[in-house]
């Protein structure tokens, strides 16, 4: 049963092939030369066809967190309102950030499982006219939930026109998410994620509606100043010291999407997650997700009874070499995920779904 190496299906960091991995042994460069202007200036544009936006696009030497509080310290200001909607423990992280820069921050928040029901978006905003921005998660990673950004935008933009700042993190490259169309105003992600390279770059994508808002905004930042990056990619340089080794490889990573094509890797984590949902359902397991709202890059599945995540998880790991993760906060004891953005073979799949069904027999 055991492969040579961990069959990682938790929701990043996602596997990275070896010819990625292998850029990432590549002599470090001037960060300040011809050379890596060139290969910013290409891994940034290639990220933006993929985030389908043609508005600004920055690249962070940090984690997705990173991302998400650079969208809220150059859009905001101390006092100002802010709406956010939370499915989860990163929707609440969203929030916290905006609470922690002293945003007044009102909470949409829906039970653990289930996606925002728009209809409630437009009841808050109507409540609450001194809303400037809305924050939301387009996949909580925390509960496999996806939700309909697109008539959540509709609603902020079109009905309200608000700022619209979106935690792409699990989504962006992966499930569908027209950064343009819908007019998302800045959309976080990060490398560890559908993007198959490893942790340690974020993006943050930036519309004019959001630079306008940066000219009145005044929460704190230094290391996070937009500004700044905006100011130093007109020469093709970041303001401070990026990743080398991770440009290199997310280099590689975007030539492999594009390779593939975005609407076919969409399609490819469609039929990828309805496999794992099949194929759990047939063990006799529930999903926490309702069908229409289940994530296609994670699943959520509610541990039987009397059964402790933490044995079930080290079973699959010692026993199977299959690395799946746990619930988060008050999901810890219920559920069990499997992560499968990025990079998923038929064989991961089968191997996954064994491995679920001998740990659970195992524990019975
Ligand atoms: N938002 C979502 C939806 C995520 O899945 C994650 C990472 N699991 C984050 C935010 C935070 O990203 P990071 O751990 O890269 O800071």
């Known amino acids: 049963m055991k492969s040579n190496h961990t069959n990682l299906r938790i929701p990043g960091p996602t596997p990275v092939t070896p010819e990625i991995l292998k850029e990432m042994s590549r002599f470090m460069i001037n960060h300040r030369g011809d050379e890596f202007r060139q290969l910013i200036e290409s891994v940034t544009e290639r990220l933006k066809t993929i985030y389908e936006t043609k508005q600004d696009l920055h690249i962070l030497t940090a984690s997705g967190t990173g991302a998400m509080e650079t969208a809220i310290v150059n859009t905001l200001s101390p006092g100002d309102n802010v709406l956010a909607i939370t499915i989860g423990a990163f929707g609440d992280r969203f929030a916290n950030i905006a609470e922690i820069y002293g945003a007044d921050v009102t909470i949409l928040r829906s039970a653990l499982g289930e996606s925002t029901d728009p209809d409630k978006v437009t009841s808050v905003l109507n409540n609450n006219p001194n809303i400037k921005a809305v924050l939301v998660t387009h996949n909580e990673t925390s509960t496999g939930v996806t939700n309909d950004i697109e008539s959540i935008a509709k609603i902020v933009k079109q009905d309200f026109g608000k700022l619209l700042l979106v935690d792409g993190v699990s989504s962006v490259g992966s499930v569908p998410l027209k950064t343009d169309d819908w007019q998302c105003d800045a959309v976080a992600s990060?490398?560890?994620?559908?993007?198959?390279?490893?942790?340690?770059?974020?993006?943050?994508?930036?519309?004019?509606?959001?630079?306008?808002?940066?000219?009145?905004?005044?929460?704190?930042?230094?290391?996070?100043?937009?500004?700044?990056?905006?100011?130093?990619?007109?020469?093709?340089?970041?303001?401070?010291?990026?990743?080398?080794?991770?440009?290199?490889?997310?280099?590689?990573?975007?030539?492999?999407?594009?390779?593939?094509?975005?609407?076919?890797?969409?399609?490819?984590?469609?039929?990828?997650?309805?496999?794992?949902?099949?194929?759990?359902?047939?063990?006799?397991?529930?999903?926490?997700?309702?069908?229409?709202?289940?994530?296609?890059?994670?699943?959520?599945?509610?541990?039987?009874?009397?059964?402790?995540?933490?044995?079930?998880?080290?079973?699959?790991?010692?026993?199977?070499?299959?690395?799946?993760?746990?619930?988060?906060?008050?999901?810890?004891?219920?559920?069990?995920?499997?992560?499968?953005?990025?990079?998923?073979?038929?064989?991961?799949?089968?191997?996954?779904?064994?491995?679920?069904?001998?740990?659970?027999?195992?524990?019975?």
Do not use: C
């Open 190 to 364: 990060a490398s560890q994620k559908g993007w198959m390279a490893p942790p340690g770059l974020a993006f943050l994508s930036f519309s004019l509606e959001s630079w306008k808002a940066n000219a009145s905004s005044t929460m704190p930042n230094f290391y996070f100043d937009l500004r700044q990056y905006k100011k130093y990619m007109e020469i093709g340089q970041p303001p401070w010291t990026p990743n080398l080794s991770l440009f290199f490889a997310l280099d590689k990573a975007l030539d492999l999407m594009l390779r593939e094509g975005i609407s076919n890797i969409h399609l490819r984590h469609a039929e990828t997650a309805q496999k794992f949902r099949d194929g759990v359902q047939e063990l006799g397991l529930k999903l926490l997700a309702k069908p229409e709202s289940a994530s296609d890059t994670i699943t959520s599945v509610l541990l039987p009874d009397g059964i402790q995540a933490k044995d079930f998880l080290t079973i699959a790991k010692t026993d199977h070499n299959v690395e799946l993760a746990g619930g988060q906060q008050s999901l810890a004891s219920k559920i069990f995920r499997i992560g499968h953005l990025g990079l998923v073979s038929d064989e991961e799949i089968t191997e996954t779904l064994s491995a679920i069904k001998y740990s659970l027999e195992k524990l019975k």
